[in-house]
């Protein structure tokens, strides 16, 4: 009898949870649900440098590239499951590669090695659909199908990707993953994607600035809000284990379209609102990934289902940053 409830003891710790990269849009904002679910004491965040914005959580500095200094971290403040949000995104990753597949292929293997070697129990780490190529098919593009991306940033979600499954298939280590599309947040700046002109374009907007789109006008690509990329996120963490059958990566989808379609979007609410377009390097980026996501599989193990489209995420986007704007200014004065 003793030895059973031991056994459900074991099974049921509570989570203390390290979140690298918090200070990124993604990691802000995911360590704030966190802490709701499992307590602010038992939610760590890290990276390069201190957060900005005041927090409550546990703060340490952490270089995900430094084995020493993770495990340093783990050991000592008995972390059992990671959210390994540290990466150098595609834009930034194609001004200086040599740094993004350090930072983003290092730091993996760090974090999926300490994993082993302490038995975590779960580990989460987004992908990207940069996986896929000029040779995947577009729309839609299937879970399994031809992957050859083009850039750093690409290579090394790839690389990671068959990584994760290496270490599930191995050691049985329960590491998850996404393959976020463009991600879009009104918490945060631009942080260096490709997609990211989907974030400052509201930002002009709000701000009565012109704004100049760095892709065509018809480029379609997969997004998602944040709000939806958080519940994707802890919907997969909370699946039941034995349901899931990917271990690469999951595709999820949930809106899709080009620059024109958000800006007329969100010209209903600013008529005086003027866009131009002034494609750059980061057009071709765009040209070799996806238009519309495959991601029946998720739908089918964890039930995924967005719940924005691109109309109610238009509106919820301009209505926080008009909040923010408003509250900068009273504070101004």
């Given at each position: 009898m003793e030895e059973n409830t031991k056994g459900v003891a074991?099974?049921?710790?509570t989570p203390k949870i390290l979140v690298t990269g918090a200070c990124g849009q993604l990691g802000s904002e995911l360590t704030e649900q966190l802490n709701k679910i499992y307590g602010v004491e038992n939610v760590v965040i890290s990276d390069l440098k201190e957060p900005v914005k005041k927090t409550t959580n546990h703060?340490?500095?952490l270089d995900v590239t430094d084995t020493n200094r993770l495990y340093e971290i783990i050991e000592s403040l008995e972390i059992t499951q990671i959210y390994h949000l540290a990466a150098i995104l595609s834009a930034k990753g194609?001004?200086?590669?040599?740094?993004?597949?350090?930072?983003?292929?290092?730091?993996?293997?760090?974090?999926?090695?300490?994993?082993?070697?302490?038995?975590?129990?779960?580990?989460?780490?987004?992908?990207?659909?940069?996986?896929?190529?000029v040779n995947s098919p577009k729309n839609p593009t299937p879970q399994n199908t031809v992957i050859e991306p083009s850039t750093a940033y690409g290579i090394s979600k790839h690389a990671g990707e068959l990584w994760c499954q290496y270490y599930h298939d191995q050691f049985g280590l329960d590491v998850r993953s996404l393959r976020y599309p463009g991600?879009?947040?009104?918490?945060?700046l631009p942080g260096g994607g490709t997609t990211d002109y989907a974030v400052d374009i509201f930002h002009k907007a709000v701000q009565g600035e012109k704004f100049t789109c760095f892709l065509s006008k018809d480029t379609v690509l997969p997004m998602m809000y944040m709000p939806d990329a958080i519940k994707a996120t802890l919907d997969l963490m909370e699946a039941d284990k034995e349901k899931l059958s990917v271990h690469t990566s999951y595709n999820i989808q949930a809106i899709s379209f080009s620059p024109e379609e958000i800006f007329n979007e969100i010209k209903k609410s600013y008529p005086s609102f003027t866009t131009e377009y002034a494609p750059d390097?980061?057009?071709?980026?765009?040209?070799?990934?996806?238009?519309?996501?495959?991601?029946?599989?998720?739908?089918?193990?964890?039930?995924?289902?967005?719940?924005y489209d691109l109309k109610s995420m238009v509106a919820d986007m301009l209505k926080n940053l008009k909040e923010i704007k408003d509250l900068a200014l009273v504070q101004n004065h």
């Open positions: 074991d099974k049921v710790r703060f340490e500095a194609e001004e200086n590669p040599h740094i993004a597949w350090r930072i983003n292929m290092d730091g993996l293997l760090n974090v999926l090695e300490a994993g082993r070697r302490w038995k975590l129990d779960k580990i989460y780490w987004p992908s990207s659909i940069a996986v896929f190529g991600l879009i947040g009104y918490q945060g390097f980061r057009q071709k980026i765009a040209d070799s990934w996806p238009e519309v996501i495959d991601d029946a599989q998720a739908r089918n193990d964890w039930n995924w289902e967005p719940n």
